[in-house]
């Protein structure tokens, strides 16, 4: 019933941009943050960004200054504006939300994931 859906990904050349969507359905309890992760081949899955329901954030150092990261309005969707591409940014980005009920974690939701491909 939960499903998240990403889109956005695709191939693009170093210095290019790209915006990835998510959008959450079928959650009936709080979405307290959302995020992007990214694997890429040979590597440990790991966080890109995170937005909580305040509107604090966290950023990769690797990602600091080129990536941005935003929530909708309906508060389900998450968005990562990624700009000044680089090769190294080549994975798979899954969106993730973190569901809280009464301030308990009840469930870590992901995405099927979309590829992000960097090169010239």
């Known amino acids: 019933q939960v499903q998240l859906v990403e889109s956005g990904g695709g191939l693009v050349q170093p210095g290019g941009s790209l915006r990835l969507s998510c959008a959450a359905s079928g959650i009936i309890f709080e979405i307290y943050a959302m995020g992007w992760y990214r694997q890429a081949p040979g590597t440990q899955r790991e966080l890109v960004a995170v937005?909580?329901?305040?509107?604090?954030?966290n950023y990769a150092d690797s990602v600091k200054g080129r990536f941005t990261i935003s929530r909708g309005n309906a508060k389900n969707t998450v968005y990562l504006q990624m700009n000044s591409l680089k090769p190294e940014d080549t994975a798979v980005y899954y969106c993730n939300a973190d569901v809280r009920a009464y301030g308990n974690n009840v469930g870590d939701y992901w995405g099927q994931g979309t590829q992000v491909t960097v090169s010239s």
């Open positions: 937005i909580r329901s305040g509107g604090n954030t």
